[in-house]
C-alpha cells in the first residue's frame, strides 16, 4: 500500500487522510510515496520521521519513501537519515545524475540532524548547537550571549521533554534539526524536534485531571502558563526560554501535539489554533529564530 503525501509537507499542514489509511490499513506493508514534494523544511522531516515510525509501529516492517525526488533526496544525504533503522529511501531518477542544491538556495548551509536517545546525547547535541551557531555568527564568539544561552536551554529542556513523555519505559527517543536559511527578510534558524510519546495532553492530565480531551487548551496551558505533569511546579522551562526569545528577538512557535497545533509570534494578540481529525503520536515542534 502507498500512501501519497500532498506537495506541502509541515508541523502545521493537515495530513489527516495519510494518517487515517495507516491507522486503518490491513496491509502488512505500507509506503510513503513522495512524489509531490518539491521541497522540504526541518518540521517537514521531522513529520515524516513521526509517520513512518507510525507505520513501522503498526507493521513491524520497514517502510519506503518512495519515489522522492533527486533535489530532495540531495537535501536528505546532506544530513544521515538514510542511517535510521525503520524506513529507507528510493529515489525517483529522471535524469542520469543527481542534481545537488546550487549555492544560492536559502537551505544550503550546514544541517544538523540528530536521533537522541539519552541525556548523555542530549547534552552532546546541546554543545553541537554552540559551535554551529558561532561557526554561522562568528561575531558573537567571545560574548556574555543571552541569545545562544537562551537557545541552548529550551534544546535541552525540550529533548528532556521528549524522553522523558515518549516512552513508557523511560527509553524514549527524540529527533532533532537545526538548519539556517537566507530570506529575502532576514536570517532565520529553524529548530524542529518530533517525538512519538503520549502527547502534551496525556502528559499533563497525569497531574491536572480536568485538562481533559482538550489539546488545543492542554497546548497553550503548557506553553504560555508553564504547566507540567510535575507536581513540583518544575516543568515548562524549556517553552519559558522559547517565550524569552520571541519576546527579545522576534521568531515563531508551531506546536502540534494530539489533533490540535498552535502557531503563534509576539505580533500575534492570541494564537492560531488549528485542529485535526486525526492524531499523530507525540509532539512536533517548530521555532523559527530572527
Known amino acids: 500500500m502507498d500512501i501519497i503525501l500532498p506537495k506541502n509537507i509541515s508541523i502545521s499542514r493537515n495530513i489527516d487522510s495519510a494518517i487515517w489509511q495507516v491507522l486503518k ?19 517537514g522531516i521531522i513529520m515524516l520521521l513521526t509517520l513512518s515510525k507510525l507505520i513501522h509501529e503498526k507493521t513491524n516492517q520497514r ?6 525526488q533527486e533535489k530532495v533526496y540531495a537535501y536528505l544525504e546532506r544530513m544521515d537519515i538514510a542511517d535510521i533503522a525503520f524506513f529507507s529511501i528510493e529515489v525517483l531518477r529522471k535524469k542520469k545524475r543527481l542534481i545537488f542544491y546550487r549555492s544560492d538556495r536559502p537551505s544550503n548551509n550546514l544541517i544538523e540532524m540528530r536521533v537522541i536517545k539519552n541525556p548523555k546525547e542530549s547534552s552532546e547535541v546541546v554543545r ?6 558561532y561557526n554561522w555568527f562568528p561575531e558573537r564568539v567571545g560574548k556574555a550571549d543571552s541569545y545562544i544561552r537562551q537557545i541552548k536551554q529550551f534544546i535541552m529542556h525540550i529533548a528532556g521533554n521528549s524522553l522523558e513523555h515518549s516512552s513508557r519505559k523511560g527509553t524514549g527517543t527524540c529527533y532533532f534539526m537545526l538548519q539556517k536559511y537566507e530570506h529575502a527578510q532576514g536570517t ?4 524542529a524536534f518530533g517525538d512519538t510519546g ?6 499533563l492530565k497525569t497531574a491536572n485531571s480536568w485538562i481533559k480531551d482538550n489539546d488545543a487548551l492542554a497546548i497553550k496551558k503548557a506553553f504560555f ?8 511546579h518544575s516543568g515548562g522551562l524549556g517553552f519559558m526560554h522559547i517565550r524569552e526569545i520571541l519576546s527579545e528577538y522576534g521568531g515563531e512557535i508551531v506546536i502540534r501535539s494530539g489533533m490540535a497545533a498552535m502557531k503563534y509570534n509576539r505580533s ?3 494564537p492560531e489554533i488549528i485542529k485535526f481529525k486525526q492524531s499523530l503520536p507525540g509532539t512536533q515542534t517548530l521555532f523559527t529564530i530572527k
Open 198 to 203: 503520549i502527547g502534551i495532553r496525556n502528559s
Open 128 to 133: 553541537s548547537v554552540k559551535d554551529i551557531i
Open 25 to 43: 490499513a490491513k496491509d502488512s506493508v505500507i509506503d510513503i510515496d513522495l512524489t509531490n514534494v518539491e521541497f522540504l523544511y526541518p518540521d
Open 63 to 68: 517502510s519506503s519513501w518512495k519515489n522522492t
Open 268 to 270: 500575534m494578540r492570541d
Open 225 to 232: 502558563e508553564g504547566l507540567s505533569s510535575r507536581s513540583d
Open 188 to 191: 532565520r534558524i529553524y529548530v
